[in-house]
């Protein structure tokens, strides 16, 4: 298949999913992450997890799918373009192309390896992916920066529980017993973490 025929491929699949739906705030503000506004999606996915920021280009199918194809293009022509990474990322996860989303993401964190938002990122896509290595790696990495990011901490302990590690899952969850004992994610983690330990895993 072409460049250009990829292209129109990926721009159709992207309208499937977006056409319909209007989003509050911009990429660019990156006042929250990536995360879809409802975690249905994924079940490791902390409930506390910061909720999706995305914008389109109106509400016309074709406003949407030219910002699509600007988007893409803008990426691939200019890899160092910080933001142009991270709002292809954000039209990747959107229609849940993860491995795609995390190659941009991997580009911004080489741009600008000190931006906490694109770490926090880089942990949640990989979880919603099923990397829970990487997503371990990532959250990590985060709390190196900010060690009582409450979303951050939860996501740990979703993707130490996902991967069977039952002694970094204990750690990560007394963590956020800590930091906050009223977590509504607490329950499910508890029973994820005793259920591992019912296993043998």
């Given at each position: 298949m072409s460049r250009e025929n990829l292209l129109f491929a990926i721009i159709g699949l992207l309208l499937g999913f977006i056409v319909g739906f209007v989003f509050a705030s911009t990429m660019s503000q990156r006042s929250t992450s990536l995360a879809p506004a409802t975690t249905a999606g994924s079940q490791d996915l902390p409930a506390d997890h910061p909720p999706i920021g995305a914008n389109t280009a109106g509400g016309s199918p074709q406003g949407m799918q030219a910002e699509v194809t600007?988007?893409?293009?803008?990426?691939?022509k200019e890899p160092t373009n910080?933001?142009?990474?991270?709002?292809a990322a954000e039209l990747y996860y959107q229609i849940q192309r993860y491995d795609q989303a995390?190659?941009?993401?991997?580009?911004?964190?080489?741009?600008?390896p000190d931006d906490y938002q694109t770490v926090v990122n880089l942990g949640l896509v990989n979880l919603d992916a099923g990397h829970y290595d990487a997503a371990e790696k990532w959250y990590r990495a985060a709390l190196v920066k900010k060690p009582d990011d409450l979303p951050v901490?939860?996501?740990?302990?979703?993707?130490?529980l996902g991967k069977g590690d039952l002694k970094a899952a204990e750690q990560a969850i007394a963590k956020l017993e800590k930091i906050d004992p009223n977590s509504q994610d607490l329950p499910q983690f508890r029973d994820k973490l005793a259920s591992l330990r019912s296993t043998g895993k």
């Amino acid at each position: 298949m072409s460049r250009e025929n990829l292209l129109f491929a990926i721009i159709g699949l992207l309208l499937g999913f977006i056409v319909g739906f209007v989003f509050a705030s911009t990429m660019s503000q990156r006042s929250t992450s990536l995360a879809p506004a409802t975690t249905a999606g994924s079940q490791d996915l902390p409930a506390d997890h910061p909720p999706i920021g995305a914008n389109t280009a109106g509400g016309s199918p074709q406003g949407m799918q030219a910002e699509v194809t600007e988007s893409l293009e803008r990426a691939r022509k200019e890899p160092t373009n910080f933001e142009a990474q991270l709002k292809a990322a954000e039209l990747y996860y959107q229609i849940q192309r993860y491995d795609q989303a995390v190659e941009y993401l991997l580009k911004a964190n080489q741009l600008r390896p000190d931006d906490y938002q694109t770490v926090v990122n880089l942990g949640l896509v990989n979880l919603d992916a099923g990397h829970y290595d990487a997503a371990e790696k990532w959250y990590r990495a985060a709390l190196v920066k900010k060690p009582d990011d409450l979303p951050v901490v939860a996501g740990l302990c979703a993707a130490t529980l996902g991967k069977g590690d039952l002694k970094a899952a204990e750690q990560a969850i007394a963590k956020l017993e800590k930091i906050d004992p009223n977590s509504q994610d607490l329950p499910q983690f508890r029973d994820k973490l005793a259920s591992l330990r019912s296993t043998g895993k």
